[in-house]
Nanobody
Framework: QVQLVESGGGLVQAGGSLSVSCAASGRTFSTYAMGWFRQAPGKEREFVAAISSSGSGTDYADSVKGRFTISRDNAKPTVYLRMNSLKPEDTAVYYC??????????????????WGQGTQVTVST
């Protein structure tokens, strides 16, 4: 069992920056692929970014590429999402997710077994 706790969401103006973090329990965090997803009201949960277990590989949705950066610190153990040049359409609840047994990266919701409770990110115009 892995527990994930997100923090760092909030309200920011368009063009601003925000970082969200996800602290994980468990001793084998360094063996898990991690991902960030988001869900806006009335929409399906969508992929944002993913990082391999070692941190050497990352993947981003086209909508956030060049603006968002995913990273991880396996010693803490925590995964981060740095969001720059935020847009109103980035407004959503952001979820981190864990994929035990997956070394690489995945954009697929079903590949992730454990999920955090989510943190709200709101970008105002």
């Amino acid at each position: 069992q892995v527990q994930l706790v997100e923090s760092g969401g909030g309200l920011v103006q368009a063009g601003g920056s925000l970082s969200v973090s996800c602290a994980a329990s468990g001793r084998t965090f360094s063996t898990y692929a991690m991902g960030w997803f988001r869900q806006a009201p009335g929409k399906e949960r969508e992929f944002v970014a993913a990082i391999s277990s070692s941190g050497s590989g990352t993947d981003y949705a086209d909508s956030v590429k060049g603006r968002f950066t995913i990273s991880r610190d396996n010693a803490k153990p925590t995964v981060y999402l740095r969001m720059n040049s935020l847009k109103p359409e980035d407004t959503a609840v952001y979820y981190c997710a864990c994929a035990p047994g997956l070394v690489g990266k995945s954009r697929v919701v079903a590949a992730y077994r454990y999920w955090g409770q989510g943190t709200q990110v709101t970008v105002s115009t």
